[in-house]
């Protein structure tokens, strides 16, 4: 493909180490929401991030409601939405850091001249509450922070592929014309969906569960999601864009 125009990049997981942050916040609120509804399990941090990583709490709601067996209406899931995002974000504004190199590779790919935006499932606040945290907020425009939860209406939650679908919209850019990071199954799908070229990152699966889970997941992303490129460590991003410019 020619030069890439513009780098689309996940948040969670991939920009920030946001992800086990936010289960964190919303384990207690997931339980609440079972025992209220008269569902008898209960999840733990890292049963939550099995079934749900890569999901914003409105499609994690949703889920839940699936799985177990139960209805919330509109308002009452909108209610835990809002309660969540206020938990979540206070935690990120408190204690997220960045993904391993990504501070030093934002700023090469900015004085190379490429053009990036952040293409979210999490809702805007949490986004940009993290980006500032670790310091990287300056490399994304508030109108290029592009939210599932928050940009579209009505709002939705990767796997669904419309919030790439609308980002390169608004940017002005063809699908297929960008490159995307991401590293769960959920976004990867979204952007197999969408049709965009997608580098898979597993190294923050290496950071926090070990090398077994940062190869299962390179296999399943290759396999399940057409990953063109997976990048283990942000050091390798320059060859990885290159990589894909050739295909």
């Not at 293409?119 to 592009?146: C, M, N, Q």
């Amino acid at each position: 493909m020619p030069p890439v125009k513009y780098v689309l990049l996940d948040c969670d997981n991939t920009l920030c180490l946001s992800e086990r942050l936010a289960f964190e916040a919303c384990t207690d609120l997931t339980n609440e929401v079972l025992e209220k509804w008269g569902r008898p399990e209960r999840y733990t941090v890292e049963q939550l991030l099995e079934d749900f990583v890569g999901h914003n709490f409105r499609g994690m709601l949703n889920g839940l409601q699936k799985k177990h067996g139960f209805t919330m209406t509109p308002a009452e899931v909108d209610a835990y939405v809002d309660r969540e995002l206020g938990a979540v974000t206070a935690k990120l504004s408190e204690k997220c850091q960045p993904c391993p190199g990504v501070p030093e590779q934002l700023e090469a790919l900015k004085q190379a001249g490429y053009p990036m935006s952040v293409v979210s499932t999490s809702a805007k606040p949490r986004v940009v509450a993290s980006l500032k945290k670790v310091g990287i907020d300056h490399y994304f425009p508030d109108e290029h922070v592009y939210s599932a939860a928050t940009s579209l209406n009505p709002p939705s939650s990767k796997p669904d592929p419309a919030i790439y679908n609308y980002a390169c919209k608004q940017l002005g850019v063809k699908n297929e014309e960008c490159v995307t990071v991401e590293d769960s199954k959920s976004g990867a799908t979204a952007a197999m969906r969408a049709g965009i070229p997608l580098i898979g990152y597993v190294g923050v699966y290496g950071i926090e569960e070990g090398k077994e889970k940062m190869e299962e997941m390179a296999k399943l992303l290759t396999e399940q999601c057409k990953a063109q490129v997976i990048m283990y460590d942000w050091k390798e991003f320059p060859e990885c864009l290159k990589k894909i410019e050739a295909l």
